[in-house]
């Protein structure tokens, strides 16, 4: 065998190695994530807006009142902080967000949510102990929104922009459940 060809599959070999130890190390790379990162964005005319968050699965499990407990504040998602960018101000309902990007989260409860924009950034959604990470005097806008029941059941936590009617909002849903936040 020449010089060329043994070089290579010693190379080869120490990737797969090298693969392989990572893989080990770090769970199974191969394997799809229970929280997958997702990313919604919206644009219309000059306005752009991102939402960057890590979607839950229900997976049998009870989640308002349950996985999520009511009258806490929730990291409205899984792992790292859910993002909310906006390239224009916005109005909230009463209240004015301007341009730049905020941490949002949630307080679920059986009735209403309260919906909060939170300026600072967070590496992470809960701290070792599971707590939220959030800190409140970095809150920009608080919005309570009813919750809707749905009929059908949302298996994986998602946030989403409707635009449908010409009144923009910004959507979540997730088992039997559905707030709305309206954006002008």
């Not at 849903?173 to 709305?180: L, P, R, Y």
């Amino acid at each position: 065998m020449n010089k060329f060809l043994k070089i290579v599959i010693f190379l080869l070999l120490g990737v797969a190695i090298a693969v392989f130890l990572y893989a080990y190390a770090n769970g199974d790379i191969l394997k799809k994530p229970l929280s997958p990162k997702d990313t919604v964005e919206f644009s219309l005319n000059d306005l752009k807006l991102e939402v960057f968050y890590n979607r839950p699965s229900k997976r049998d499990r009870d989640i308002f009142g349950g996985l999520v407990a009511y009258n806490k504040v929730w990291r409205t998602g899984a792992n790292e902080a859910t993002t909310f960018e906006t390239n224009q101000p916005l109005k909230i309902g009463d209240d004015y967000l301007a341009v730049g990007k905020y941490t949002l989260w949630t307080v679920p409860g059986e009735n209403f949510w309260e919906v909060i924009f939170n300026s600072k950034q967070y590496e992470w959604g809960v701290d070792d102990a599971m707590k939220p990470m959030r800190d409140p005097k970095f809150d920009v806008i608080n919005i309570k929104v009813p919750v809707e029941k749905l009929t059908n059941t949302v298996e994986q936590f998602t946030i989403a922009f409707d635009n449908s009617t010409d009144n923009l909002s910004l959507t979540m849903a997730w088992d039997d459940v559905k707030i709305v936040v309206p954006l002008k």
